[in-house]
């Protein structure tokens, strides 16, 4: 059961209630931030329509494509939470109990984005994961402002493990004409151009995490209720954490500056304790502790890898943009994340993200 002051309104002293609100602040001008306080246990839509109300020349589009995102969102980790007794479970081609074509649980959250945002009328295009072309969006439909980018489910090796997995989004507005079919163009965007970025993740709750560049903010499912209710506003990185993250097992894959910073962070010395190792190799989810603990994720480019495995669009870029406004850092080894220019759809990039103190440290052994 969720704590009484989950809802704002039910019965809470309003002592209580002032001293949960959290102030408003603007930064960006590209920006759809708060002019109101945002009390905890604002609906993600409250949170979105109070944002809009701020911006007068807003029409709405962005909240329109949230709310469809996070509609999304429920049907995914509902049946996520259903995988294990629906049969769900699986490659495509099986047939589950009934004698019925089993949908892998990737193929179906990429169905549900599709379907919920396309006829929506607020995108022109859309570039997934899990397809290897852009999606266009059907033209009896409108042809919307935003693009939208998604990695419909992350960490798939988690999930007939029933361990925590997530879907990750970026939002840019298009480049291409007004009113026309986005194309390729439109996918092709830095991470520095995100109008907004956020994840899912299906886990013992579910949370939507978003940001639109000058902070951060989580919400937390409430299944009994059918909504996401702010519980984590302006989530900010420590400094420094205490944990890193890394598959280990690819050590001997690795270039000697990753192996030396490894050996390092785990070794206590004067200077610092021994760090923990955490991973669940599931990017959303080693980041989403990294951005509430602090520490560092890296997936560096190996023997295997030569270009780093996660996808730069799907995967790095939305995620940096949220760790830096967190107040962290995300590099590929040699610049910002957010400012590579991709050239392809499904590019590959290595990563280094957590706390700037941690990221700095390992910066340094990986040039060495
Ligand atoms: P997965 O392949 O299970 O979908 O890029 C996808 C990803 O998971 C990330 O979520 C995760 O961080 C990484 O790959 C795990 O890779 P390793 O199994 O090589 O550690």
């Known amino acids: 059961m969720m704590p009484a002051h989950w809802y704002p309104n039910l019965g809470m002293p309003s002592a209580v209630r002032s001293a949960l609100v959290c102030p408003a602040t603007m930064s960006r001008a590209v920006s759809i931030g708060p002019?109101?306080?945002s009390p905890i246990g604002t609906t993600l839509e409250r949170h979105l329509l109070d944002r809009q109300r701020g911006m007068p020349e807003a029409t709405?589009?962005?909240?329109?494509l949230f709310q469809q995102l996070s509609l999304a969102a429920k049907i995914i980790g509902s049946r996520v939470s259903k995988a294990g007794l629906s049969g769900i479970l699986g490659r495509t081609g099986t047939t589950n109990v009934q004698g019925e074509?089993?949908?892998?649980?990737?193929d179906f959250a990429n169905s549900?984005?599709?379907s919920t945002v396309e006829a929506g009328g607020h995108v022109c295009v859309m570039g997934s994961e899990e397809v290897e072309e852009p999606i266009q969006i059907p033209l009896q439909y409108?042809?919307?402002?935003y693009v939208l980018q998604f990695d419909p489910l992350d960490g798939s090796g988690n999930i007939d493990i029933n361990a925590s997995i997530g879907t990750i989004f970026s939002i840019h507005r298009r480049l291409t004409p007004d009113g026309e079919q986005g194309t390729l163009k439109d996918l092709l965007q830095p991470g520095s151009d995100i109008v907004a970025a956020g994840y899912v993740i299906y886990g013992s709750s579910n949370m939507l995490v978003y940001s639109t560049g000058d902070q951060v903010d989580g919400f937390t499912y409430d299944p009994g209720v059918g909504e996401f209710f702010l519980s984590h506003p302006k989530i900010r990185m420590p400094q420094r954490g205490g944990i890193y993250s890394i598959n280990e097992g690819n050590y001997h894959k690795w270039e000697e500056g990753i192996r030396k910073w490894v050996d390092w962070i785990k070794a206590p010395s004067e200077n610092k304790k021994a760090y923990s190792l955490r991973?669940?190799?599931a990017m959303v989810a080693d980041l989403h502790r990294t951005l509430l603990r602090g520490g560092i994720f890296v997936y560096p480019a190996d023997a295997k890898n030569k270009q780093g495995k996660l996808r730069l669009l799907y995967e790095a870029s939305p995620m940096a943009f949220l760790v830096e406004a967190a107040g962290g850092t995300a590099s590929d080894g040699q610049r910002r994340i957010l400012t590579i220019e991709p050239e392809e759809l499904h590019q590959r990039t290595p990563v280094f993200m957590g706390s700037p103190d941690d990221v700095a440290d390992a910066l340094r052994f990986a040039g060495s």
């Not at 074509?101 to 990737?106: E, S």
């Not at 409108?142 to 402002?145: L, V, Y």
Request: net charge negative.
């Open 35 to 37: 002019t109101q306080e």
């Open 279 to 281: 991973y669940i190799g």
């Open 101 to 106: 074509q089993v949908q892998k649980l990737d």
């Open 60 to 64: 709405g589009d962005f909240t329109g």
């Open 112 to 114: 549900v984005i599709v």
């Open 142 to 145: 409108p042809q919307g402002k």
